[in-house]
């Protein structure tokens, strides 16, 4: 198999910083050296400086392509392979070629020559980069049509940084060496400004400083390097979830504030089995205090938890950690040397650990919740009483017979030994260790010599006692367990039904969000649920659904308003309120929150659909334009030439009268075509929805009698009273609309009978009625004419291909209206275009805009 080549990328953050130039020098060194190396593709823009460092290099003949009239330049890929140079230099790795080349995008082009084994030398601009298009747009306003996915660019090779000062940018383009003089004053004030420049740049460096360090991570990975490189400073702060977990990130936010670049990433390590799990609630808490000081948050899962931190920590490559002191009293160290301690010992010398003070030294971290705390509350009590007053009792009815030691004593441990293990098979462990003990105390005191005393004088009798509280011990660890196995067994059982639940909605597909949400709410027995959606700009979170149950439930805005809160994707997060969920539910809430985003998705697919059918309805359309075009176009234009070799033919003398006549005829042609056309393309801006209107206030006075211009005169009574009020709408598409509808009532009209126009007002709505005295259009069709490409009967009557009442409905309701179609009273049919009246506040902009436009010394 053949080699592929090697790409090698020149970034730059904005034209003219020197990319092209810095490639070109690349070229005339590697070539001094003996490479075969020709120019495939260099676009030098005019610079002189760039055009000299092409001379002394091959360069390949660019292939031509006409289109549309006019002759573009490509790269000759076909050329190049033919050529099979070793290295060939490609400009401007983001451009689109001209339709009709080879490919649709430079870079894939370059993915040919990378394929046939050829070295590609390139440049792009980080304004390029697919990912960062909605970014560079909100800094310059510029919305960039040429892009480069991000994954061609991150397997390049090798990157280098083309970087320039913003002031010596400028300055190059000040002097003439970037763009021509005409433009440059342009630049300067628009694109070019120093902080567009200053974050284009900042952008560029950060993107070239992840890329390197991606490299670096590889290069370790490849290479099973552990230890800790310090090429940048990472700290790793260690959470427990206490209250301590502020004082550790603002300290550690300090220590990165010294260093610049450094990264901040907040860890908490819980265990698997999550019995220890902190509060959700303070997890967001420290989750929000580490991003607004620039840092991240991480969750792991460990049963080691120094083991978890320092694997985390050396697998990002960080060089400190810090911890807070320990929490644990002095007696708790009996158990191990703490966390801290551990992991500064198993460090080693290439991370170090800060060990910081704060508030809640040596004050208790507080017991785990109990493994076996499974038997409900009453239950527990009921255990403890027995384990306490049951062996108190019976030892007083006991010891009432005789005082002396004797075989009964087996008796007696038999007795005692039915309390505890009655006192466990009801509490649980704890209550039946409790009776265990307090039994083997009161055989010691009432029923062994010397009696009354502790101390037992028979070792018959030790044994009788420590085989007693043994068998206790058992007995009660036996019932425990056994206990906690039925509830984990019912717990199970329950999971696995709402599971199957959840798992049968998705197959059926009928579940809605609202009655996930619904579902889950109930499940888990909390008052609100509510599926959050974070924006990918500006990063707040809205609420897309929320169910609760009583109406003053409290909002749920953020994560931070939730007792507990799962991700849905990237963007989305299923948060709860109620009461905090313990750590064993998380998995089912989980599975619910799997489920909302399938729903998304679903959602998101099912726009998708519509978006595609919508599509697939423009080309239908644009199947029927092209159809209608072929016969509606052909006819004025076959009118116009007609009339056009008419005049000028020699063998014909044309009377003046006919001359007049042929060029009246060109003259409808022509109007025919402006006409047909126009539809066209306002159809075309309807289907592709780029129609955006400008809403303001206008006088139907002035903009409706210029809409009249294409009908005959005479053909057309206008009523439109003083009184009218303003109507909001864009005057253009207005113009347009009405023009359509008069023309088209015209065309229906029979002849003598004008078509009336009048408008009215009728509540916060202002009325155009363009009333014909034609045939009319029965009710069934009333809709169907609005389609595109529909003439009433299908029969044309005149010329036109059937768009105008589209586009005018169209328009219509782009500018917040409507069109309709009624009966006219008498016979024919009735157009009512109906607006919005425009707002004070527009009507005082709009009077206000006029006084200024007339007032003396305005310009125009």
Not at 239 to 247: A, D, M, Y
Not at 465 to 475: K, P, S, T
Not at 672 to 689: A, E, F, H, K, Y
């Amino acid at each position: 198999m053949a080699r592929r080549g090697r790409l090698r990328i020149y970034l730059g953050a904005a034209p003219g910083v020197g990319k092209t130039y810095a490639m070109l020098s690349e070229a005339h060194r590697r070539a001094e050296r003996g490479t075969d190396i020709v120019v495939a593709l260099v676009e030098h823009h005019e610079r002189p400086r760039t055009q000299v460092l092409l001379h002394g290099l091959e360069q390949v003949p660019r292939r031509q392509i006409v289109y549309r009239g006019s002759t573009f330049t490509e790269m000759d890929t076909d050329a190049v392979l033919r050529r099979r140079p070793t290295v060939a230099l490609v400009d401007e790795l983001a451009h689109t070629n001209v339709p009709g080349s080879r490919n649709e995008k430079r870079w894939q082009d370059i993915d040919e020559l990378l394929d046939a084994g050829i070295d590609v030398i390139s440049t792009v601009n980080i304004q390029h980069l697919e990912s960062l298009g909605d970014v560079v747009e909100s800094i310059t306003g510029v919305r960039q049509r040429e892009t480069v996915p991000d994954e061609v660019v991150r397997r390049a090779d090798q990157f280098e940084l083309v970087d320039m000062a913003p002031e010596a940018l400028r300055r190059r383009m000040a002097h003439g060496n970037i763009y021509a003089p005409d433009k440059v004053d342009a630049a300067l004030s628009h694109y070019f400004r120093p902080g567009n420049l200053t974050a284009l740049r900042e952008l560029a460096l950060l993107w070239t400083a992840d890329r390197v360090d991606a490299y670096l991570r590889r290069y370790r990975d490849e290479h099973g390097i552990r230890s800790t490189w310090h090429a940048r400073e990472r700290i790793v702060v260690g959470l427990t979830g206490g209250p301590e977990g502020s004082t550790l990130i603002r300290r550690a936010a300090r220590m990165a504030a010294k260093s610049s670049g450094a990264e901040i990433m907040a860890v908490y390590v819980s265990r698997s089995d999550g019995l220890t799990s902190a509060s959700p609630r303070r997890l967001a808490d420290l989750r929000r205090l580490v991003e607004q000081l620039g840092g991240t948050f991480h969750h792991v899962i460990g049963d080691d938890i120094p083991g978890a931190l320092l694997d985390f920590a050396r697998g990002v490559n960080a060089n400190q950690i810090v911890l807070g002191s320990s929490r644990r009293k002095t007696w708790q160290y009996v158990f191990g040397p703490g966390v801290g301690a551990t992991v500064a010992r198993e460090s080693g010398s290439d991370i170090d650990v800060h060990i910081v003070t704060h508030d809640e030294v040596a004050k208790g971290r507080g017991l785990p919740v109990a493994r076996g705390a499974r038997l409900g509350r009453s239950r527990t009590l009921t255990g403890w009483i027995i384990g306490l007053a049951g062996p108190l009792l019976l030892a007083a009815l006991l010891s009432t017979g005789s005082p002396a030691p004797g075989p009964e004593f087996a008796s007696d441990v038999l007795l005692f030994l039915s309390v505890t293990v009655l006192a466990a098979l009801v509490g649980g462990l704890y209550p039946g260790l409790a009776s265990a003990t307090l039994g083997s105390l009161l055989l010691n005191y009432y029923f062994t010599d010397p009696l009354h005393r502790w101390a037992i004088a028979e070792r018959h009798l030790i044994v009788a006692i420590v085989v007693y509280f043994a068998i206790a011990v058992a007995v009660a660890t036996v019932v425990d367990r056994s206990a906690r196995r039925t509830q984990q067994a019912a717990r199970l059982r329950a999971e696995s039904e709402t599971l199957t639940l959840l798992a049968g909605s998705v197959l059926r597909g009928d579940d809605t969000l609202g009655a996930l949400l619904e579902r889950a709410r109930e499940t888990f027995g909390m008052e609100t649920a509510a599926l959050l959606e974070r924006d990918r700009e500006d990063h707040r979170w809205s609420c897309v659904a929320r169910v609760s149950v009583s109406g003053d439930a409290g909002p749920l805005r953020t994560p931070d308003d939730a007792d507990v809160d799962v991700p849905v994707g990237d963007h989305a997060m299923l948060a709860m309120s109620g009461r905090v969920l313990p750590a064993e539910d998380r998995r089912v809430l989980g599975a619910f929150a799997a489920h909302a985003a399938a729903i998304v998705d679903r959602e998101r697919l099912k726009d998708e659909a519509e978006r595609a059918h919508k599509l697939a309805e423009g080309n239908r359309i644009r199947t029927a334009l092209l159809a209608a075009v072929s016969h509606d176009l052909r006819t004025p234009l076959a009118a116009i030439k007609a009339s056009v070799s008419s005049l000028r033919s020699d063998d014909v003398a044309w009377s003046e009268e006919d001359e007049a006549g042929l060029l009246e005829s060109i003259e409808e042609g022509a109007d025919r075509l402006d006409q047909l056309v126009g539809n066209l393309l306002d159809m075309s801006r309807l289907q592709t929805g780029t129609v955006e209107p400008l809403i303001r206030e206008i006088d139907l006075d002035e903009v409706v009698p210029r809409a009249l211009g294409g009908v005959p005169e005479g053909s057309v009574v206008l009523d439109i009273p003083e009184s009218l009020p303003f109507a909001a709408a864009d005057p253009g598409l207005l113009e347009r609309s009405v023009a359509n509808i008069v023309e088209n009532a015209v065309k229906y009209s029979p002849p003598g009978l004008p078509v009336l126009v009048r408008a009215s007002a009728l509540g916060g709505r202002v009325e155009l009625r363009v009333v014909d005295r034609g045939r009319g259009v029965p009710d069934s069709d009333k809709d169907r004419i609005f389609e595109p490409f529909q003439r009433h009967g299908d029969t044309p009557q005149g010329n036109g291909v059937g768009l105008g009442l589209a586009v005018a409905r169209g328009f219509a309701e782009a500018m917040g209206g409507t069109l309709d179609a009624e009966d006219t009273p008498g016979g024919g049919m009735t157009m009512v275009l109906t607006l919005p009246v425009a707002t004070p506040a527009a009507a005082h902009r709009e009077r206000e805009e006029r006084k200024a436009a007339h007032a003396p010394g305005a310009r125009g």
